[in-house]
């Protein structure tokens, strides 16, 4: 085991501000998985610009790379992997630049990383960023710099987040930790540590500095936010959500992830009282095979998830709806696989994220279930799902054609500088003819075609949430 050195990391004199006082060191940052780790990723900035770092985008100029890392796959992790062997030729250029692993592969890694392969610097958990100053100054003097600890508490709660986006229209804000859920299949729970909810007054602190900053729309985000708790439920996600689209009518709130099994009526008529709080929710559902969820450990049966859909339907029509999808979990057979897919159809969802299931270390199922599904199997049954969504998608789609939205632009099209593209309240992407709009305009557009990633329209005029 490493030792930590907790009484130097936590010294109030180890402060780079000094240092760098002359000039500043440059801090690259590369994000991998998440958007909770998009968001921590503008926290990390904000504790290094604090403390003399300026942000480059060119890892070349950088005198401290970051990477921050996701466990959620072995893919995940073999591309952070692959990441590093390449940053380690820049080393032999530059034998001051430091390297670090921040994220969820910290913890899980930690001795491949910094004793076996040699392959960073620093090495940093998820709940440890704020000792990053202090790490970056023991590594420099050759030590190795590792705390992988997970806290019970730390939410960052009063850090103010570096916004690394350029678009300056949409950002995201975590209002939660950690997982208690434990799915049988989830590395989370290990990596980030348990849940915890984040002081209500300095998340909407943080979204009015936004507002004022011109931003126009505010992702809430948390592994599952129905289970935001503050005070012994004074504070739970409905209220948080109301709270926060009371913010500001022209200002668009989203969230995610939501959780089946803690998703609540009284969220969804949050949801549909207020106009501002999109009509979008991503409800990831894993399978449709009962057994196969029990197996999970999600806690519900497909019947609850369909009871769930159907409260949406009912209490906000129009909502749009995505999920998640394992495909080839230990002792999935034909019959379950027939039962994803017949729950995708009955749902007809608008968008999914589908993924063959990768068994992780130390998690229940790689403990007590056998990954007995072959990958080509695996393969096989994750095409099939993907083409019966890219089918249910352009349906979506279809449907929309003829429609009127209210988009909120958030830059112009890759194939053309004539071309936005933003989205409406059911996050679908639509791209339209430019003319005097800009990013961050609320914009109707009458959608005219579509194919099943993108709806295609025409401005009609200026619009807006009021
Ligand atoms: N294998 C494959 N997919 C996984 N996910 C989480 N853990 C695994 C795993 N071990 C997927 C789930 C989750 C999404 C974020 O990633 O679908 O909802
Ligand atoms: Fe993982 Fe389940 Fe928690 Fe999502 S809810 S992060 S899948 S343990």
């Known amino acids: ?95 001051s630049l430091l390297i670090g692993i921040i994220g969820c592969m910290a913890e899980r890694l930690k001795e491949r990383l910094l004793e076996q392969e040699k392959l960073v610097d620093l090495v940093i958990g998820p709940d440890a960023y704020r000792d990053l100053p202090a790490l970056v100054q023991k590594a420099e003097g050759g030590q190795q710099a590792i705390n992988v600890l997970l806290s019970r508490e730390e939410t960052y709660a009063e850090i103010s987040p570096v916004r690394l986006d350029k678009n300056g229209v949409a950002a995201f804000v975590s209002i939660m930790r950690g997982c208690d859920n434990m799915c049988a299949y989830c590395v989370v729970p290990y990596t980030r540590g348990r849940e915890r909810s984040r002081k209500p007054d300095t998340i909407l602190n943080e979204i009015k500095e936004l507002i004022e900053k011109g931003y126009k729309e505010v992702t809430l985000l948390g592994q599952n936010v129905d289970k935001y708790n503050w005070d012994n439920g004074e504070v739970n996600f409905a209220k948080l959500l109301e709270m926060t689209a009371l913010l500001s009518p022209n ?19 949050v949801i549909a009282k207020y ?33 769930r859909i159907e409260a949406i339907k009912k209490i906000i029509p129009g909502c749009a709806i995505s999920s998640d999808f394992i495909t080839g979990f230990c002792s999935e057979t ?9 729950l995708m159809e009955w749902v007809g969802f608008d968008y999914s994220y ?4 990768s068994e992780r270390p130390n998690t229940y199922a790689q403990r ?25 998608s352009l349906k979506s789609n279809q449907n929309d054609i003829g429609k009127t939205f209210d988009v909120l632009v958030e830059g112009f099209s890759k194939k053309s500088k004539d071309r936005l593209f933003g989205r409406n309240s059911q996050n679908k992407v639509i791209v339209f003819n430019r003319n005097n709009y800009q990013p961050g305009n609320y914009v109707k557009v009458e959608v005219v075609d579509c194919t099943s990633a993108t709806l295609m329209g025409k401005a009609i005029n200026r619009g807006g949430l009021i």
């Open 275 to 307: 106009d501002n709080v999109c009509k979008y929710i991503h409800l990831p559902v894993q399978s449709g095979s009962s057994r196969i969820l029990d197996l999970m450990k999600r806690g519900y049966t497909r019947e609850w998830y369909m009871g």
């Open 1 to 95: 085991m490493l030792k930590v050195d907790l009484k130097r990391i936590n010294d109030p004199k180890v402060n780079l501000k000094e240092k760098y006082a002359k000039g500043h060191s440059n801090v690259y940052i590369e994000t991998y998985g998440c958007q909770m780790n998009v968001a921590d990723s503008e926290v990390v900035v904000s504790i290094l610009n604090k403390n003399g770092f300026a942000y480059t985008e060119d890892y070349k100029l950088a005198d401290l790379i970051l990477i921050n890392t996701c466990s959620i796959r072995e893919n995940a992790e073999k591309r952070v992997f692959n990441r590093l062997e390449q940053f380690k030729h820049l080393k032999k250029k530059n034998k």
């Open 354 to 357: 589908m993924f063959k299931y």
């Open 368 to 392: 007590k279930l056998e990954d007995d599904v072959p990958e080509d199997e695996k393969g096989r049954r994750l095409s099939e799902i993907i083409e019966l969504q890219n089918k249910l």
């Open 251 to 269: 200002l668009r709130v989203r969230f995610s992830t939501s959780y089946p099994q803690d998703m609540t009526d009284e969220v969804l008529h």
């Open 334 to 342: 034909m019959g379950d696989h027939q039962e994803t897919l017949s």
